[in-house]
């Protein structure tokens, strides 16, 4: 832990610092794996999963019975919790669906924009040492919102060969059409070029380690389109005297047992709070499990005092965090001042893992400073829009001389016939 | 021309083919430049213009007198069909700001979105014989409806080392902040990491040819984001009898003048129509001046009978063209059953050349099959989304047990602690 008072804006940059990626690194291997998936298919995805999760993956597909049979093996409570958590996001999410509105130009003719789904769409959920269904449901809600007529989940198998059952059983619960049992660069690969068990599909969604996160970047290659790049998750937390030290503290906590590169920081513009919650936090990481990643994350903690409000306020917009919280006295009058961020918090019962699960907003956000142009996956991430035109002989007669002349000045001459051969000649019919 | 009767659905993918691309042929030059870039910054950027385009630079940012001077140098008949059209384009895009909904859950807490505007974007211009003005316009207007606070441009200079006074212009009349006289993949390194002159933006927007393609994908890797991959332009037309040939051969070929890779499609469920189209593009061809790409490009296109609509309606999905014409009679009772376009013109006063230039829809669409899943440009693409959550006591007491449940079941303590702990005491102060 760092605490920083008041530092220069010129050292801003510095202290904010976010820990390097190379973007080039895993660049070879991603080249390959997709290269060997458009030679030999499947037979690659069984190859990588032996030789990177040393599984021997027998049937790719998640067969039928063990999706069934997950509803027996997960604990009803945990099942309760998914079905609230799930209410929240469903309603969350259904107000982002818009509906479309028309230009209507009254010298004859009308614009307007339709929605449609993305009809194939691949969910990546990582693995590791717990289920993480919550992205399951932050995935999976938005695209059945959304209208998507085929969504796949990808997973990588446990050293069983098996998928969690909580994964299988809330996939199943939120739509999910197909599972694979496959993880890392090589699902990732497969999503995008298709192989004879796993279909190609138009977009690929979900968090994933670094190796997973160079393959979505390096798969957009060959047609398809990805949600957003990904980095380490980050919480920036701005306080004022009005904020409890011991709830700060468990947020930086929350934040520093996601991996050991995790970015956790608070911004205050009170000296007394910065040191209490540096206490805080020592006393509580000691309640931790031994095993804990924040063991290893609180050295990236960083505790900075600036001078007030307004220039903590800067500061969270120079970062552009994926998490703010905003835990001051008077949050309702700095949220407009908020510029770049994934997901806000406000006030002292807002914590970061109420947005992770169940309060019904997205917890799939831009990191790495991305919050300045990507917004965090939302129902829109699902679906396109199509701009439709109908324009009657009155209204190209209207609009006739303008795209003329404009053709004319670009020097696309068959641009301007399309139209001048409308006009020219009386009505047809 | 090609004209291909009742061809089997196997067959479909193999007619459909676009132009193959390879995507790792320019990375090592895009490589190459954008490290020189890191290095050297401006230096780069007047080698490469020297290099590329045969013009000493002196000046990279273009000199505010000659951007006032570009007034008296357009004609003034094109100044008003640009104002026209900037009417048009400006009501369209103005329905696209959407108000925030909020999601108020009676038990205690609420959460909504907000729309911030991307604060600094890049627009890229490309150069050629023509000035682009129109571009200007799709890409500008957005830009502003959306409230870019900097709107850069990039465009290559020509031969005499200046901007063509129309794009110049229209700059200005759209709110552009700064101009810049560079292009290619100089000019998108620039925009994606920065230099002297150019100052870093979040996001790069604009067509291109495919060195411009190729660097846009390329400068992901320096936390930029990008509208969306480029290909070369297309137009697929269905029609049925109560289309006009000699319309439908006009439309094709403002289609086939934009280069040479240009790909135009007909699809039809009458023989008829197919024999009369070709004749008609055959006639109208002789009428093109000269030097027109739609010589070339004539023999991509492409005339496909099919037997029935619903049938040509498939083969659209198949293709998911960027620029769609229903020219068909009931073309209402059609939109619905499109899935994948980018702009869909319906009837038969509805030419490509008023949606690229003046009835109001944007002309920046995704080629390539990438209407699949993204969207043409519109204001959403200048904006980006942040949620908020406000969770008062009662609230979290509310989402407690449900979040410390799931919080537990993905092993993440510190997750369910940052809840217990506020849940804990009594409500301070």
């Given at each position: 832990?760092?605490?920083?008072?008041?530092?220069?804006?010129?050292?801003?940059?510095?202290?904010?610092?976010?820990?390097?990626?190379?973007?080039?690194?895993l660049?070879?291997t991603c080249?390959t794996i997709c290269?060997e998936i458009?030679?030999?298919?499947?037979d690659i995805l069984r190859k990588y999963t032996w030789y990177f999760d040393r599984v021997k993956l027998?049937?790719i597909?998640?067969?039928?019975?063990?999706?069934?049979?997950?509803?027996?093996?997960?604990?009803?409570?945990?099942?309760?919790?998914?079905?609230?958590?799930?209410?929240?996001?469903?309603?969350?999410?259904?107000?982002?669906?818009?509906?479309?509105?028309?230009?209507?130009?009254?010298?004859?003719?009308?614009?307007?924009?339709?929605?449609?789904?993305?009809?194939?769409?691949?969910?990546y959920?990582p693995g590791g040492?717990?289920?993480?269904?919550?992205?399951?449901?932050?995935?999976?809600?938005?695209?059945?919102?959304?209208?998507?007529?085929?969504?796949?989940?990808c997973t990588p198998p446990g050293k069983?060969g098996?998928?969690?059952?909580?994964?299988?059983?809330?996939?199943?619960?939120?739509?999910?059409?197909?599972?694979f049992k496959v993880g890392g660069i090589q699902a990732i690969g497969a999503?995008?070029?298709?192989?004879?068990?796993?279909?190609?599909?138009?977009?690929?969604?979900?968090?994933g380690n670094h190796f997973v996160t160079a393959a979505?970047?390096?798969?957009?290659?060959?047609?398809?389109?990805?949600?957003?790049?990904?980095?380490?998750?980050?919480?920036?937390?701005?306080?004022?005297?009005?904020?409890?030290?011991?709830?700060?503290?468990?947020?930086?906590?929350?934040?520093?047992?996601?991996?050991?590169?995790?970015?956790?920081?608070?911004?205050?513009?009170?000296?007394?709070?910065?040191?209490?919650?540096?206490?805080?936090?020592?006393?509580?990481?000691?309640?931790?499990?031994?095993?804990?990643?924040?063991?290893?994350?609180?050295?990236?903690?960083?505790?900075?005092?600036?001078?007030?409000?307004?220039?903590?306020?800067?500061?969270?917009?120079?970062?552009?965090?994926?998490?703010?919280?905003?835990?001051?006295?008077?949050?309702?009058?700095?949220?407009?001042?908020?510029?770049?961020?994934?997901?806000?918090?406000?006030?002292?019962?807002?914590?970061?893992?109420?947005?992770?699960?169940?309060?019904?907003?997205?917890?799939?956000?831009?990191?790495?400073?991305?919050?300045?142009?990507?917004?965090?996956?939302?129902?829109?991430?699902?679906?396109?829009?199509?701009?439709?035109?109908?324009?009657?002989?009155?209204?190209?007669?209207?609009?006739?001389?303008?795209?003329?002349?404009?053709?004319?000045?670009?020097?696309?001459?068959?641009?301007?016939?399309?139209?001048?051969?409308?006009?020219?000649?009386?009505?047809?019919?």
């Open positions: 832990m760092n605490t920083i008072l008041y530092p220069s804006r010129e050292k801003w940059a510095e202290i904010l610092q976010r820990p390097a990626v190379n973007p080039f690194e660049e070879e080249k290269e458009i030679k030999h298919g499947d027998d049937d597909e998640e067969p039928e019975e063990e999706i069934q049979e997950s509803a027996s093996l997960v604990d009803p409570d945990l099942q309760q919790a998914i079905r609230n958590a799930k209410k929240n996001i469903e309603a969350f999410h259904r107000l982002q669906l818009s509906a479309p509105k028309t230009y209507v130009n009254e010298n004859g003719f009308r614009c307007w924009q339709e929605e449609r789904p993305i009809e194939k769409v691949g969910l959920i040492n717990a289920p993480l269904f919550s992205t399951v449901l932050m995935l999976c809600i938005p695209a059945n919102i959304a209208g998507c007529k085929e969504i796949f989940l069983d098996k998928i969690n059952p909580a994964i299988l059983w809330t996939a199943r619960l939120c739509g999910v059409t197909r599972i999503l995008a070029i298709g192989t004879e068990t796993i279909p190609k599909v138009d977009k690929i969604f979900g968090p979505k970047q390096w798969v957009t290659r060959y047609r398809t389109a990805i949600d957003m790049p990904a980095g380490p998750s980050e919480i920036m937390i701005v306080s004022d005297d009005s904020a409890t030290p011991a709830y700060i503290a468990a947020d930086l906590l929350s934040q520093a047992e996601h991996g050991p590169d995790s970015q956790a920081i608070l911004v205050t513009n009170r000296e007394d709070i910065a040191i209490r919650v540096k206490q805080e936090t020592e006393r509580q990481l000691g309640e931790l499990p031994q095993g804990s990643m924040a063991f290893k994350a609180q050295e990236h903690i960083r505790l900075i005092v600036l001078n007030d409000l307004e220039e903590c306020i800067e500061m969270v917009n120079q970062y552009a965090p994926e998490h703010l919280i905003l835990n001051i006295r008077d949050y309702l009058s700095f949220t407009k001042k908020v510029q770049h961020a994934g997901s806000v918090f406000l006030g002292n019962y807002s914590p970061e893992s109420a947005g992770d699960y169940a309060s019904g907003t997205n917890h799939t956000l831009p990191t790495n400073g991305y919050a300045r142009s990507y917004s965090g996956i939302t129902v829109d991430a699902f679906r396109k829009k199509i701009s439709f035109q109908e324009i009657f002989r009155e209204g190209l007669s209207y609009l006739g001389n303008t795209i003329e002349t404009m053709a004319a000045n670009e020097l696309l001459e068959a641009h301007r016939k399309a139209v001048s051969i409308r006009l020219k000649e009386e009505p047809l019919k």
